[in-house]
């Protein structure tokens, strides 16, 4: 019996459209990258296709990518950013803010507190988020959003003290007690995808 296929369309400010598509119904795993640009537009035709499949291939033809994987991997913002090129535009690795109508961006490598920086800023009047990884800056000087989940790491807690009781604050509390299941959980994951075991997480979490 053949299954029914399930799709999901993301629209990247007019930029690039996106379809991912799967017969299991496990579209939500692209949701880390893409949740702020779902749509529930239907396009007859995308410039980023994602098919979940047991295996993984690539196609680049006529301007479009289409992409062939077992799980949501690494390599969805690198093939974007193919497509956002050939727009005259492209992603930067930076904070990006607007202040009083005037849009700044904090280049900065992973690690050196450009989440921090936003933290501080949120509060000031006439702040408004972009992105604290990546935004889109065309050849035009005009940036895009391109938010996606913060990184959150033990000593982000009081810079955001909101977080203390969420889950991600948990979950640090947690990993502080438990780092030896943490760390083994992530050898066995790793092990089992290098020796072809699973293709996905062998312990999920």
């Known amino acids: 019996m053949k299954k ?36 529930s537009d239907v396009f007859e035709s995308v410039d980023y296709e994602i098919i979940l499949n047991k295996k993984y291939d690539l196609l680049y033809k006529n301007n479009k990518i289409t992409e062939f994987a077992p799980y949501p991997n ?4 690198l093939l974007i950013q193919t497509l956002l090129l050939n727009r005259g535009a492209s ?3 930076c904070a990006g803010v607007e202040l009083n109508g ?7 490598s992973g690690g050196v507190g450009k989440t921090i920086l936003i933290s501080y800023l949120r509060n000031i009047s006439g702040f408004k988020f972009f992105g604290d990884d990546f935004v889109i800056v065309n050849r035009d000087s005009e ?5 996606s989940d913060f990184s959150i790491y033990p000593y982000h807690l009081a810079s955001f003290p909101e977080i203390q009781n969420m889950q991600a604050g948990k979950f640090l509390k947690r990993r502080r007690y438990m780092f030896w299941f943490y760390w083994a959980r992530r050898v066995v994951n790793f092990l089992a995808k290098r020796l072809g075991i699973s293709s996905g997480p062998l312990i999920p979490g």
């Open 91 to 93: 992603f930067i690795h």
């Open 102 to 108: 005037h849009g700044i961006i904090f280049p900065a």
């Open 74 to 77: 690494r390599a969805t913002n």
């Open 4 to 39: 029914n296929l399930n799709e999901q369309f993301y629209n990247i400010h007019n930029l690039v459209k996106v379809k991912v598509s799967d017969t299991d119904g496990e579209l939500d795993e692209y949701q880390h990258y893409l949740r702020y640009f779902k749509t």
């Open 143 to 147: 940036m895009y959003s391109y938010p």
